[in-house]
C-alpha cells in the first residue's frame, strides 16, 4: 500500500517544458508513473516525452482527469501552479521547487486546508513509494519495496540512509520528503499519523533537522499516543552554530530555540532511539525490527 | 536578510509608528551634526548585526553634542563579536514607564503567520515564552482573514491597558502587521515597544528580517545584500551569487557536499569523530566543474583550513561526471591541500578510479572518510 500516492495515481506535472520538469517527467514515466499531462503557459499543444503540454490546469484536467500534481514552475510563479491545481480540483500536490516566499507559502497552505488538499513541500524531493510509484526527483536505484516508512525534511541524506536500509535489506513502504523550508504542507506528525494506519509500514524513520519545533511535536505525538510501530530518528544539524541558516531556508537556529539537542532530548524522552550517525540508522532499526 | 536597526526605525517612521527622534552616522562630525538637532539627553547605538549588542558595550549614552561626537568616536572605532561598528544611530532617550514586546513571525505547524505580544519587554521571544508563558500572547492570522483593528485592540486590553491606549496601541500593531506583509518579513519585531511616562508608545527598537526568497519582490534591498552591506562575509557574499550555500565555521576542515541535510550530517559527523569542520558549503544537485571549482576557492580562501573533505551523493548524477569536475576544478584552482573524497551513486566505481588515479583518497562511506579527514586534520598541530 504505502501512504499518499500509488498504482492510481494519474499525475499533472507543472512546468514540464523546464530542463528539471522533462528531465524528472522522463524518469518518473521509466520508473512506472503515470504522469498524464503537463501544463506551462504558452506552449500549449506541444509534447514533452510524448506527454501532452497544456496552457491551462483547466484544460488539462478537462482531458485527463488527474488527482495529482508535482510542480517545477520557478519560485516567483510556483504559488499560482499551485493555486490552479487546487483550483482545478486536484487534491494531492507536490512542490518541488525551492526558494518560495514564505508568504506564497502560507496563502498556498491556507487554500489547500480550504479545499482539503494534500500538499507535500515546497523544497522536497517528493515521494516514493517504492516499485509502485515515484512523485519526485530522487534518484529511484537507491530505494527498495518493503515496509520502512520514511519521513524527512532533508533530499541527499535521505538518499544516504535509504541506501543504508536498501544495503541491509531493509525495504521501504513509502518515503516522504516534507521539504526543507519554514513552511511545508504535511509535517513529522501527519506523516506518522498516515504510516500508523498503513498496513505496509512496519517501523518509521524519521530524519529532521534543526530549526522550527515540528520534531519536538512528532516526540510528543508519539508518546501521547504511544505510537504502535518502532520509531528510529537521526537529527542533523548537531554542530550548526545558531542565528546562520544552514542551506535549507528552514534550518535555522533562532535563539535558544531549534536546536539540535532540544530536538533529540524530546525523542530520547519520548522513548524515541536517536542515531548518532547516518549509518547507524539501519543497525538500529534491524536491532528493533528482529526484538 | 537582516535590517539594521536604522532601516528598520526609518521604515517603522514611514508607516507612522512613532519611534525617538534620531538620526545616522558614520563619523564623529557627522554624530555632532545629528546631535545638534535632538534633545539631550540621547542614547548613541552601534549599528551592527550581531545579537547581544547592548551587553557587549554597544549602546552608549551622551548628554551633550560634545559628549556625543565622543562617544560615536569610541564606538565607531570598536569591533562588536569581531564586527566592525561603520555606522552609530543617535536618538533622543526616552523616559520609560513600562517595556512590551510586539513582533510577528510565523508558525510552522499552523502554516500561518502569528503575532506574540507580551506585557513584559525587553527579553528574546523564547527567553520571555519560558520565562513567563502566561503573559505571552499569541494570535494565529488565518491569510484569508487577515488582521484586523478588533483583533489588534483584543491584544492591547489583553496586556492590560484601557481608555485611548487600547487604540493608540491597536494601531501600532496593524500597522507593524502591514509592514510585515509589505517587505515579505519573516520576523519583524518591536523590542521594546515602549510605553512613555507620557503614555504614548514608541518603538525603542526594532529588528526586521526579510525573507530571502522574497528578495526578488525587494530589489534594493536585494542589491544591498549583493553588494555587501549586510552582515554576510565576502565569501557568504560570492557563494549567494553564485547559488552556493556557505556558512563560515571556525575550525580547519573544509567541507563541500550536495543537499543541506547531508552536509549538516557530515559537520556532525566530523564533530563526532573529534575535528573541527572550517564550513558548511552546499554545492546543490549535478555539482558540475565550474561550481565545484567556485566551492572549492570559497573554502580555500579561509587559511585555516589544512584539509578537504568533498561528500558528493551522486543520486541520479554520475559520479564519474563529478569526479572529472573535482579533477578539472583542482586544476583550475591549483589545489595543493590534501583532499578526501566520498563519493556515492550512480557510476561510483569508474568515478572512483578517476579520482584514484589521479592520487586522491576516495572512500566508500562518510564515516570513514569523515574519520581520515579528521586524521589529517590533527597531523603537524593546528
Known amino acids: 500500500m504505502g501512504i499518499i500516492i500509488g498504482k492510481d495515481t494519474r499525475a499533472i506535472v507543472w512546468g514540464i517544458t523546464g530542463t528539471q520538469g522533462s528531465f524528472h517527467t522522463r524518469l518518473m514515466l521509466e520508473y512506472g508513473t503515470k504522469i498524464v499531462a503537463g501544463v506551462t503557459p504558452g506552449k500549449g499543444g506541444t509534447r514533452v516525452e510524448d506527454v501532452p503540454v497544456y496552457d491551462a490546469g483547466q484544460e488539462a484536467q478537462e482531458k485527463h482527469h488527474a488527482n495529482a500534481a508535482i510542480i517545477f514552475v520557478p519560485a516567483p510563479f510556483a504559488a499560482d501552479a499551485a493555486l490552479e491545481a487546487m483550483e482545478n480540483g486536484i487534491k494531492t500536490l507536490v512542490i518541488i521547487t525551492e526558494h518560495i516566499p514564505i508568504k506564497d507559502a502560507i496563502n498556498v497552505m491556507a487554500y489547500a486546508k480550504q479545499v482539503n488538499a494534500t500538499v507535500i513541500g515546497p523544497n522536497t524531493p517528493g515521494i516514493i513509494s517504492p516499485e509502485a510509484c515515484k512523485l519526485g526527483i530522487m534518484p529511484s536505484h537507491i530505494f527498495k519495496r518493503g515496509s520502512v516508512g520514511m519521513v524527512s525534511r532533508s533530499g541527499t541524506l535521505t538518499y544516504e540512509i535509504a541506501a543504508g536500509l536498501t544495503r541491509k535489506q531493509l525495504g521501504q513502504s513509502t518515503c516522504l520528503g516534507l521539504g526543507g523550508d519554514p513552511i511545508t504542507g504535511l509535517n513529522f506528525v501527519d506523516a506518522l499519523k498516515m504510516f500508523k494506519t498503513d498496513s505496509q509500514t512496519k517501523a518509521v524513520v524519521l530524519i529532521g533537522e534543526i530549526g522550527g519545533n515540528l520534531e519536538e511535536l512528532a516526540a510528543k505525538y508519539t508518546s501521547e499516543e504511544a505510537y504502535p510501530k518502532p520509531v528510529v530518528t537521526f537529527i542533523a544539524g548537531r554542530s550548526a552554530p545558531p542565528g546562520k541558516r544552514m542551506g535549507h531556508a528552514g534550518a535555522i537556529v533562532l535563539g535558544k530555540a531549534g536546536t539540535a539537542e532540544n530536538k533529540i532530548e524530546a525523542f530520547r524522552n519520548a522513548g524515541v532511539k536517536v542515531a548518532e550517525k547516518p549509518n547507524d540508522v539501519a543497525e538500529i532499526l534491524v536491532k528493533l525490527i528482529k526484538t | ?382
Not at chain 2, 528574546?124 to 503573559?135: F, G, L, N, V, Y
Not at chain 2, 567556485?294 to 573554502?299: N, Q, T
Open chain 2, 1 to 382: 536578510m537582516k535590517l539594521f536597526e536604522y532601516e528598520a526605525k526609518n521604515i517603522l517612521a514611514k508607516y507612522g509608528v512613532p519611534v525617538p527622534q534620531g538620526g545616522l552616522a558614520s563619523d564623529p562630525r557627522q554624530s555632532r551634526e545629528v546631535a545638534a538637532r535632538l534633545k539631550m539627553p540621547v542614547a548613541v547605538k552601534a549599528q551592527v548585526l550581531v545579537a547581544g549588542r547592548g551587553k557587549a558595550g554597544g549602546i552608549l549614552f551622551a548628554s551633550s553634542v560634545e559628549e556625543v561626537e565622543r562617544t560615536a568616536q569610541k564606538l565607531l572605532n570598536m569591533q562588536i563579536k569581531g564586527i566592525p561598528v561603520k555606522n552609530v544611530w543617535i536618538e533622543e532617550k526616552i523616559q520609560v514607564k513600562r517595556e512590551l514586546y510586539f513582533g510577528l513571525t510565523t508558525d510552522r505547524f499552523r502554516q500561518q503567520y502569528v503575532t506574540i505580544a507580551s506585557g513584559v519587554g525587553g527579553m528574546d521571544i523564547e527567553e520571555m515564552a519560558s520565562k513567563t508563558p502566561e503573559r505571552v500572547i499569541t494570535t494565529p492570522i488565518n491569510p484569508n482573514f487577515g488582521f484586523h483593528p478588533f483583533q489588534a485592540r483584543q491584544i492591547a486590553k489583553r496586556m492590560g491597558y484601557s481608555g485611548t491606549q487600547i487604540s493608540d496601541l491597536g494601531r501600532i500593531f496593524e500597522k507593524l502587521y502591514l509592514i510585515g506583509m509589505d517587505y515579505d518579513t519573516e520576523l519583524i519585531e518591536m523590542n521594546p515597544l515602549v510605553e512613555a511616562s507620557d503614555g504614548k508608545f514608541l518603538a525603542a527598537d526594532a529588528r526586521m528580517i526579510i525573507d530571502d526568497n522574497a528578495l526578488f519582490r525587494h530589489q534594493e534591498y536585494r542589491k544591498k545584500l549583493l553588494e555587501g552591506e549586510s552582515e554576510l562575509s565576502p565569501q557568504e557574499v560570492e557563494a549567494l551569487k553564485n547559488d552556493l550555500a556557505y556558512v563560515k565555521l571556525d575550525g580547519n576542515i573544509g567541507v563541500i557536499g550536495n543537499g543541506a541535510g547531508l552536509v549538516m550530517a557530515t559537520l556532525d559527523t566530523i564533530q563526532y569523530y573529534g575535528g573541527k569542520p572550517a564550513n558548511f558549503l552546499d554545492v546543490g544537485g549535478g555539482a558540475p566543474s565550474e561550481k565545484t571549482a567556485l566551492a572549492l576557492k570559497i573554502v580555500l580562501s579561509d587559511p585555516k583550513v589544512k584539509v578537504l573533505f568533498i561528500n558528493i551523493l551522486g543520486g541520479i548524477t554520475r559520479c564519474d561526471e563529478v569526479a572529472k569536475g573535482i579533477l578539472e576544478a583542482k586544476q583550475k584552482i591549483r589545489v595543493t591541500k590534501p583532499m578526501v573524497i566520498r563519493l556515492m551513486g550512480t557510476n561510483e566505481q569508474e568515478g572512483k578510479r578517476i579520482l584514484t588515479e589521479a592520487g586522491i583518497d576516495v572512500l566508500e562511506s562518510m564515516e570513514e572518510a569523515a574519520q581520515r579527514a579528521v586524521e589529517i586534520s590533527k597531523k603537524g598541530g593546528s
